[in-house]
């Protein structure tokens, strides 16, 4: 698995963020070929290599399969340009540029942090659980005709008299047979614990989380979400919620267990019979822990390597600290000096701030510009006409319409607008080749305009960071890569196919 297969603070989103970072830069850090522990073995060197291998390194040798693999997991959009054996040993190179630091980060002692060791344990018991759930129940799955019975009477609707084919409905079935069994398994699972729980102590946890604020943080902005306290003022954290056969659970153990849990859709336990429901599942996960220590899940190769994968991503983040990050110049000399390379960069765009009230059809539209012209309330309207399971407040928040959006007929209708003035007008969506209707409310034009050193400066520190990190890993990629021994196959390379899916290098401005 990639090192950074989900970029959870690890290099791969850093570098992904980092205004400027260029695309060969993110594909060094975006495939990973599975690289051994430090101080592997090195194997000896042959005259020639077989076809099977593309290149061979110290530690490894990197096949075919293998590259032929990262390149077709990789997004299209973090490939090398160019073509036929350009292309291909533009990214043979790349992936030797990964082999080279991975080797160099995995090669230097580092402390994680508090936030990463967390991070690392919650990943590291999460996977072990998942190991052992396949064990217990998809490997143990046994389909029987009633599950392919059941699967083809739920299709049945949806295929309109027309035939089934028979691998849907094998899919169907092993679906259903796998809810099966995971609930036969959580039933034993439930038997052997036999929780008993002390009721009051229940109802004290309960009043505990009815007292927080029990508002969810909006997902659909989890950035500037609004995070509330999740853990209540519970004083006896040492008091028995639940014995068990496997241990008692503590009001302590389970506010710690709650509070890992996803805020923006785990809504507090406020009444005993939810304390309760929740504490079951921590139950649970005490179970599978003892059982997964009990038959020795970590030793699972695959397993290992996704652990092993995992720390090498932070790994790799403390040597980008300290090969990349430290040696840049964020002095006030450079970052006035970016300012006055990218002055015009910074500058605030001549747009339009706007409001939008969408509407279903130009009759709609036109129906709304008179309620409005007729003294209607803005926000009452936006409340009367949003789509269900819309936020009303939207249509009541500012919108900036920059002076170059490509719906360039949007943007000449809207300019002619005075501030305070609405007018219905057409817009593009999509592709541009179909259109919808909206009213517009003018709210301020806002014309070109530079922004001074001061207003720009946290714009060019972030630039100024960017431009040297980059500069300063494509040097240690270079030297990194240049240490490692390689020795290449054109000749299996060239017969490697990469399909369609490459792309010309971009034109120069």
């Known amino acids: 698995m990639p090192f950074n297969h989900n970029f959870d603070g690890h290099l791969g989103e850093s570098l992904r963020k980092r205004p400027g970072f260029r695309v060969s830069l993110a594909l060094a850090f975006g495939v990973l070929l599975s690289s051994p522990a430090f101080g592997a073995t090195a194997r000896p060197a042959k005259t020639a290599l077989p076809d099977s291998v593309v290149a061979r390194m110290p530690h490894k040798d990197l096949t075919a399969r293998e590259y032929l693999q990262s390149w077709y997991t990789l997004d299209p959009r973090y490939r090398p340009t160019g073509t036929g054996m350009v292309l291909k040993r533009a990214f043979l190179q790349q992936l030797i540029e990964k082999e080279a630091i991975a080797l160099a980060a995995n090669a230097e002692p580092f402390v994680m942090t508090p936030v990463e060791s967390a991070q690392f344990t ?3 018991a999460d996977a072990v659980r998942r190991a052992l759930y396949v064990r217990l129940v998809t490997d143990s799955t046994v389909v029987i005709e009633a599950d392919r019975d059941t699967a083809r009477a739920h ?11 028979a691998e849907e409905i094998e899919r169907g079935a092993r679906t259903r047979a796998e809810e099966r069994r995971a609930t036969q398994v959580s039933e034993q699972i439930k038997a052997s614990l036999a929780p008993v729980w002390d009721d009051s102590v229940s109802a004290r946890l309960a009043r505990g989380y009815a007292a927080l604020d029990p508002t969810l943080p909006d997902l659909s902005n989890p950035m500037s979400a609004h995070m509330p306290n999740r853990r209540p003022a519970v004083t006896d954290t040492a008091l028995v919620l639940a014995r068990s056969s496997v241990r008692p659970l503590t009001v302590g153990e ?26 079951e599942q921590f139950l649970g996960q005490i179970w ?8 020795d899940i970590l030793a699972n190769p695959r397993l290992a390597a996704q652990l092993a994968s995992r720390r090498e991503s932070i790994a790799l983040d403390h040597y980008y600290a300290r090969h990349v990050l430290a040696k840049i110049d964020t002095s006030e000399t450079a970052i006035r000096a970016d300012y006055a390379k990218h002055a015009e960069n910074y500058a605030i765009a001549a747009h339009s701030q706007i409001l939008i009230l969408p509407a279903a059809d130009s009759a709609s ?22 789509p269900p399971g819309a936020d009303p407040a939207n249509c009541s928040r500012q919108q900036s319409l920059p002076d170059d959006f490509v719906d360039s ?15 219905a007008l057409r817009f593009l969506t999509g592709n541009g080749s179909e259109s ?8 301020e034009r806002v014309p070109h305009r530079p922004r001074t050193y001061e207003e720009a400066r946290a714009f060019a520190l972030r630039t100024t960071t960017a431009e040297q990190s980059e500069t300063l890993l494509k040097q240690e990629l270079a030297r990194l890569s240049a240490e490692l021994k390689v020795t290449r196959n054109d000749a299996a390379l060239a017969r490697l196919d990469l399909g369609t899916g490459t792309r010309p290098a971009p034109a120069k401005p």
Request: one cysteine or more.
């Open 288 to 295: 599978f822990d003892r059982e997964s220590e009990r038959q």
């Open 365 to 386: 539209a036109d129906t709304i510009r008179l309620q409005l012209a007729a003294g209607a309330a803005w926000d009452s309207l936006c409340v009367q006409r949003a």
């Open 254 to 279: 389970f506010i710690q267990r709650f509070s890992t849990l996803n805020p923006f859709n785990t809504p507090l336990p406020t009444t005993a019979g939810a304390v309760q429901a929740r504490g």
């Open 409 to 423: 007929s949007l943007v000449a209708g809207v300019k002619g607008l005075a501030p305070g003035q609405t007018t």
């Open 155 to 165: 299709m049945a609707g949806a295929a309109d008299g027309k035939p089934i084919p």
């Open 436 to 443: 919808g209707w909206m009213v517009v409310r003018m709210v």
């Open 122 to 124: 919650a990943m590291r």
